[in-house]
């Protein structure tokens, strides 16, 4: 007889040792799956996990790792601390859209001037375009009592329709002869995010970094910090201990808008370069996922988007290279999370084997 | 000698490091009221899930009326006779008598023949209860009544009881022993579990003692002192804490005219409470629970927070202020529950000490934890208060609730409070545990602090205080001098007007 016995505390041993096992464990049922589908699954797995990082053309897929990474980092740091205080923004989405608006109308604003504020001045108004956005479900709920998984949610949907017109109305590119979409920041000196295009390095990225350091500081060792994870686990105990559960709401949201925002505005002066209609991709979903992925520890998420990023990166060389199917790929990365909760069970509980002894 | 109704044979039943039951084996003869005696953890709450159910044991025989007994689920135990009725009510508050118990039936009736049946048994046993009533606005003592008519209407051989007089007002535990003996009479046994010995020896026929899992003794209540029960229960002699006479300080916190609204649905509001406590004293506030207890505490904490001026403290208006600015001033509280609201179960006990600590120990330095100060007051806590962990890096989930309690209780008083408000202080604790407790409050009292204990457990108040109070539908009763106030005196001020029916005895 198989049993779970729950442990006492969570083990340290599998808290790290979980997700390895899982990456495993996703390979080798994947590796069958590929095989089934009648390719080498050694060569499959090695292209999808190894060739994005050490093949002889990963100087293309580095930076693209790179660039697919910091968005997610990004707006994962800034969805932990709602997600641990047990405030659910799941419109980051919108929210990197409104970055994105924001940032770069400042940027289209001042073109064609060179100048060394201007970027920065982009930056402050993507963080506050996000900030504001999340805001909107933010006060709502400290005022109304309405479910913020709802309103962020749906703002997702309007800002989508907001982006559409900036797109086709008072963003448009007068020098694109009616063609949808801004100008494009990437080619606006002052304006861009690139640092390195080649290199894939852009401001994101550093901000990406940055954005762990200052969260794991502020979680570990900071009075906030302490009333994030407190008010999530015991919202009753927080109260006792002083927090202002409001207040709480109202900072956790701002600074998940605040990333999100940021987010968008690095991706639409560098890499996206552009305000078009369909420049939003699906980051700020994902980016709950990672969140999940990497425990809501900074470091975790840290990692856990890189896994991410190297899954789609090397999906992507699979697919080309390989003729795989992209819903193979699809499903490889459903494993990935499949197992990394599965295996989930074993920081928690310990399996016992065998009939229960008599203490 | 007849077959007993029921026979435990060599009960044993481990869990992960600890063994709850180990070769527990005695008789329940038919129609004799069985008290079920232990300290919490002794294992009593493990042996009666295991008769009705709930556990299987690692080893041992039952047998019920001379048969094997094996109930694979609680279904299994009431379809052969065995009812039980929990410390903890399952009722749905929105919903009516009738509706509650047609929920616990297999195959319930219509509401009209449950509705008539209630009037039936409640009539037969003297319950009086109306099966049509909304149960959220029952008091407790009614809220207990639906549980044993859900259990009487199932005709059980055997039914069981625990802690059932822990919610109840002295006048409501004369109507549940009235409706218990006539059970008796019947030929139904009743397995009574509690720590009451005055209970016990007043209500019951037989007794079985354990301790650490094991069967230790067993007595005949009525011809046993409470204090030799205690003893065989606890396994030595009784610490009694010291009351040293105290002289009465200047006042120091009044609270005025406070009036809250029921914080939820099926909170209790606070109505217009007056209340004044000196320096040196231990004001006692009686009370069944959901009589305002927790809102009190709420108020008087920071977290509910009221006008200015409803309350003061050493000359100063603090109502408006929050939890820790109401810290930094001295005024210091420790809720009811322990898990979830005076501590976070799964934070370490650091963690925990930094819950409330944080003002007045200064356990930060520019918003940055100062953990190392934290680790070493939390250390403090556990060696002052002797808890029982490993150290303050293990959860608050890993401790026992009564050291759990020792340590949130300790937390606080080690801040060297001005005012100690404590809501059952010794709930769920164990008898040595509860006494170094009051040690501790009357230790704190001496030391000139004002303490407001607020306790079910008129014994533990009339043990401690100075004077005493009763809350009841969130009004507080004037306080008077603890000193020779009678049990009478006490259910009247605690509202025993509250379904003062007495059970007719000539039905």
Same mark, same amino acid.
């Given at each position: 007889?198989?049993?779970?016995?729950?442990?006492?505390?969570?083990?340290?041993?599998?808290?790290?040792a979980?997700?390895?096992?899982?990456v495993?464990?996703?390979?080798?049922?994947?590796?069958?799956?590929?095989?089934?589908?009648g390719?080498?699954?050694?060569?499959?797995?090695?292209?999808?996990?190894?060739?994005?990082?050490?093949?002889?053309?990963?100087?293309?897929?580095?930076?693209?790792?790179?660039?697919?990474a910091a968005?997610?980092?990004?707006?994962?740091?800034?969805?932990?601390?709602?997600?641990?205080?047990?405030?659910?923004?799941?419109?980051a989405?919108?929210?990197?859209?409104?970055?994105?608006?924001?940032?770069?109308? !400042?940027?289209?604003?001042?073109y064609?001037?060179?100048?060394?504020?201007i970027?920065?001045?982009?930056?402050?108004?993507?963080?506050?375009?996000?900030?504001?956005?999340a805001?909107?479900? *933010?006060?709502?709920?400290?005022?109304?009592?309405?479910?913020?998984?709802?309103?962020?949610?749906?703002? !997702?949907?309007?800002?989508?329709?907001?982006?559409?017109?900036?797109?086709?109305?008072?963003?448009?590119?007068?020098?694109?002869?009616?063609?949808?979409?801004?100008?494009?920041?990437?080619?606006?000196?002052s304006a861009?995010?690139?640092i390195?295009?080649s290199?894939?390095?852009?401001?994101?990225?550093?901000?990406a970094?940055?954005?762990?350091?200052?969260?794991?500081?502020?979680?570990?060792?900071?009075?906030?910090?302490?009333?994030v994870?407190?008010?999530g686990?015991s919202?009753?105990?927080?109260?006792?201990?002083?927090?202002?559960?409001?207040?709480l709401?109202?900072?956790?949201? *701002?600074?998940?808008?605040?990333?999100?925002?940021?987010?968008?505005?690095f991706?639409v002066?560098?890499?996206? *370069?552009?305000?078009?209609?369909?420049?939003?991709?699906?980051y700020?979903?994902?980016?709950i996922?990672?969140?999940?992925?990497?425990?809501?520890?900074?470091?975790g998420i840290?990692?856990?988007a890189?896994?991410?990023?190297?899954?789609y990166?090397?999906?992507?060389?699979?697919?080309?290279?390989?003729?795989?199917?992209?819903?193979?790929?699809q499903?490889l990365?459903?494993?990935?999370?499949?197992?990394?909760?599965? !295996?989930?069970?074993?920081?928690?509980?310990?399996?016992?084997i065998?009939?229960?002894?008599?203490? | 000698?007849?077959?007993?109704?029921?026979?435990?044979?060599?009960? #044993?039943?481990?869990?992960?490091?600890?063994?709850?039951?180990?070769?527990?084996?005695?008789?329940?003869?038919?129609?004799?009221?069985?008290?079920?005696?232990?300290?919490?953890?002794?294992?009593k709450? #493990?042996?009666?899930?295991?008769?009705?159910?709930?556990?299987?044991?690692?080893?041992?025989?039952?047998?019920?009326?001379?048969?094997?007994?094996?109930?694979?689920?609680?279904?299994?135990a009431?379809?052969?006779?065995v009812a039980?009725?929990?410390?903890?009510f399952?009722?749905?508050d929105?919903?009516?008598?009738?509706?509650?118990?047609?929920?616990?039936?297999?195959?319930?009736?219509?509401?009209?023949?449950?509705?008539?049946?209630?009037?039936?048994?409640?009539?037969?046993?003297?319950?009086?209860?109306?099966? &049509?009533?909304?149960?959220?606005?029952?008091?407790?003592?009614?809220?207990?009544?639906?549980?044993?008519?859900?259990?009487?209407?199932?005709?059980?051989?055997?039914?069981?009881?625990?802690?059932?007089?822990?919610?109840?007002?002295?006048?409501?535990?004369?109507?549940?022993?009235?409706t218990?003996?006539?059970?008796?009479?019947?030929?139904?046994?009743?397995?009574?579990i509690?720590?009451?010995?005055?209970?016990?020896?007043?209500?019951?026929?037989?007794?079985?003692?354990?301790?650490?899992?094991?069967?230790?003794g067993?007595?005949?209540?009525?011809?046993?002192? +409470?204090?030799?029960?205690?003893?065989?229960?606890?396994? @030595?002699?009784?610490?009694?804490?010291?009351?040293?006479?105290?002289?009465?300080?200047?006042?120091?916190? #009044?609270?005025?005219?406070?009036? +809250?609204?029921?914080?939820?649905?099926?909170?209790t509001?606070l109505?217009d409470?007056?209340? &004044?406590?000196?320096?040196?004293?231990?004001?006692?506030?009686?009370?069944?629970?959901?009589?305002?207890?927790?809102?009190?505490?709420?108020?008087?904490?920071?977290?509910?927070?009221t006008?200015?001026?409803?309350?003061?403290?050493?000359?100063?208006?603090?109502?408006?202020?929050?939890?820790?600015?109401?810290?930094?001033?001295?005024?210091?509280?420790?809720?009811?529950?322990?898990?979830?609201?005076?501590?976070?179960?799964?934070?370490?006990?650091?963690?925990?000490?930094?819950?409330?600590?944080?003002?007045?120990?200064?356990?930060?330095?520019?918003?940055?934890v100062? /953990?190392?100060?934290?680790?070493?007051?939390?250390?403090?806590?556990i060696?002052?208060?002797?808890?029982r #962990?490993?150290?303050? +890096?293990?959860?608050?989930?890993?401790?026992?609730?009564?050291?759990?309690?020792?340590?949130?209780?300790?937390?606080?008083?080690?801040?060297?409070?001005?005012?100690?408000?404590?809501?059952?202080?010794? /709930?769920?604790?164990?008898?040595?545990?509860a006494?170094?407790?009051?040690?501790?409050?009357?230790?704190?009292?001496?030391?000139?602090?004002?303490?407001?204990?607020?306790?079910?457990?008129?014994?533990?108040?009339?043990?401690?205080?100075?004077?005493?109070a009763?809350?009841n539908?969130?009004?507080? @009763?004037?306080?008077?001098?603890?000193?020779?106030?009678?049990?009478e005196?006490?259910?009247?001020?605690?509202?025993?007007?509250?379904d003062?029916?007495? +059970?007719?005895?000539?039905?």
């Amino acid at each position: 007889m198989i049993r779970l016995e729950k442990r006492t505390a969570p083990s340290q041993f599998w808290t790290y040792a979980a997700p390895l096992l899982a990456v495993m464990l996703t390979m080798a049922c994947g590796g069958l799956l590929f095989a089934a589908l009648g390719k080498d699954p050694f060569v499959t797995i090695r292209t999808i996990f190894w060739d994005p990082l050490f093949s002889e053309f990963a100087w293309y897929y580095r930076p693209q790792l790179l660039i697919k990474a910091a968005p997610l980092v990004l707006i994962a740091i800034g969805l932990s601390f709602g997600f641990r205080a047990g405030v659910w923004n799941i419109g980051a989405e919108g929210q990197y859209i409104l970055g994105a608006i924001c940032g770069a109308a !400042v940027g289209l604003a001042f073109y064609p001037t060179e100048s060394v504020f201007i970027l920065p001045l982009m930056i402050m108004a993507g963080a506050l375009g996000g900030w504001a956005w999340a805001m909107i479900p *933010g006060v709502l709920r400290v005022k109304f009592g309405t479910n913020e998984i709802l309103v962020s949610l749906m703002l !997702v949907y309007v800002a989508q329709n907001l982006l559409a017109s900036m797109a086709l109305g008072v963003m448009r590119n007068p020098d694109a002869m009616g063609f949808p979409g801004s100008r494009n920041l990437a080619r606006y000196p002052s304006a861009t995010s690139w640092i390195n295009e080649s290199a894939g390095l852009h401001w994101g990225v550093v901000f990406a970094f940055i954005a762990v350091i200052f969260a794991y500081i502020t979680l570990s060792r900071h009075i906030f910090g302490f009333q994030v994870r407190l008010s999530g686990q015991s919202p009753r105990a927080a109260r006792f201990a002083g927090v202002n559960p409001g207040l709480l709401v109202l900072i956790c949201m *701002g600074i998940s808008g605040a990333l999100a925002g940021l987010a968008g505005l690095f991706e639409v002066a560098g890499p996206s *370069g552009l305000i078009s209609i369909d420049f939003n991709a699906g980051y700020g979903f994902t980016a709950i996922i990672v969140a999940f992925l990497g425990r809501l520890h900074p470091v975790g998420i840290l990692l856990a988007a890189g896994l991410m990023a190297l899954t789609y990166i090397g999906g992507e060389i699979a697919q080309s290279n390989l003729r795989l199917p992209a819903a193979a790929i699809q499903v490889l990365q459903g494993m990935l999370l499949f197992f990394l909760l599965a !295996v989930d069970v074993l920081t928690h509980y310990r399996v016992r084997i065998g009939t229960r002894r008599i203490a | 000698m007849n077959t007993p109704l029921l026979r435990l044979e060599g009960l #044993t039943k481990a869990y992960p490091g600890v063994v709850a039951n180990k070769d527990v084996s005695f008789d329940i003869q038919p129609g004799e009221i069985h008290a079920l005696l232990g300290e919490n953890g002794a294992g009593k709450s #493990t042996l009666v899930k295991t008769i009705y159910g709930l556990v299987k044991p690692d080893a041992g025989q039952m047998y019920l009326q001379g048969a094997s007994f094996e109930p694979a689920e609680p279904r299994a135990a009431r379809a052969a006779g065995v009812a039980m009725v929990f410390q903890h009510f399952s009722l749905f508050d929105a919903m009516n008598v009738a509706e509650n118990i047609a929920l616990g039936m297999e195959n319930p009736p219509p509401q009209r023949e449950i509705a008539a049946r209630v009037r039936l048994v409640s009539d037969q046993y003297g319950l009086p209860l109306d099966p &049509t009533r909304i149960v959220g606005e029952l008091s407790a003592g009614e809220r207990q009544r639906v549980e044993i008519i859900r259990c009487l209407l199932q005709d059980p051989k055997l039914l069981i009881m625990d802690e059932p007089t822990s919610v109840l007002t002295p006048q409501e535990v004369a109507i549940l022993f009235e409706t218990l003996r006539r059970l008796r009479d019947a030929g139904t046994a009743i397995l009574y579990i509690s720590h009451k010995l005055e209970e016990i020896r007043a209500l019951c026929d037989a007794a079985t003692v354990l301790r650490l899992g094991q069967v230790v003794g067993t007595c005949d209540p009525r011809a046993t002192s +409470a204090r030799e029960m205690a003893e065989l229960m606890v396994g @030595s002699s009784l610490h009694v804490p010291l009351k040293a006479a105290r002289a009465q300080g200047e006042v120091i916190m #009044t609270l005025q005219g406070l009036s +809250a609204k029921a914080p939820h649905r099926f909170g209790t509001a606070l109505r217009d409470i007056d209340l &004044t406590v000196r320096r040196g004293e231990i004001l006692g506030i009686g009370g069944v629970a959901g009589n305002g207890q927790d809102e009190l505490v709420a108020a008087l904490s920071g977290e509910i927070r009221t006008r200015r001026n409803t309350l003061m403290m050493q000359g100063e208006s603090i109502g408006h202020l929050g939890p820790n600015a109401r810290r930094r001033m001295g005024l210091l509280a420790a809720p009811e529950e322990r898990m979830g609201h005076a501590a976070a179960p799964d934070m370490t006990l650091t963690e925990n000490a930094l819950l409330t600590a944080v003002a007045r120990q200064d356990l930060t330095r520019r918003g940055f934890v100062r /953990w190392g100060k934290a680790r070493d007051y939390a250390s403090a806590v556990i060696k002052a208060f002797d808890v029982r #962990t490993p150290g303050p +890096a293990n959860t608050a989930r890993s401790l026992s609730g009564g050291n759990l309690q020792k340590f949130v209780i300790g937390r606080e008083i080690m801040q060297n409070p001005v005012v100690f408000v404590v809501n059952q202080p010794t /709930w769920g604790v164990d008898a040595s545990a509860a006494a170094a407790i009051r040690q501790a409050l009357l230790d704190l009292a001496d030391k000139g602090a004002a303490v407001i204990c607020i306790s079910q457990d008129l014994d533990e108040l009339m043990e401690i205080s100075d004077r005493f109070a009763a809350l009841n539908g969130g009004r507080l @009763s004037a306080p008077r001098p603890a000193q020779g106030l009678s049990v009478e005196q006490i259910g009247l001020m605690l509202g025993g007007a509250h379904d003062m029916e007495v +059970a007719h005895v000539d039905a």
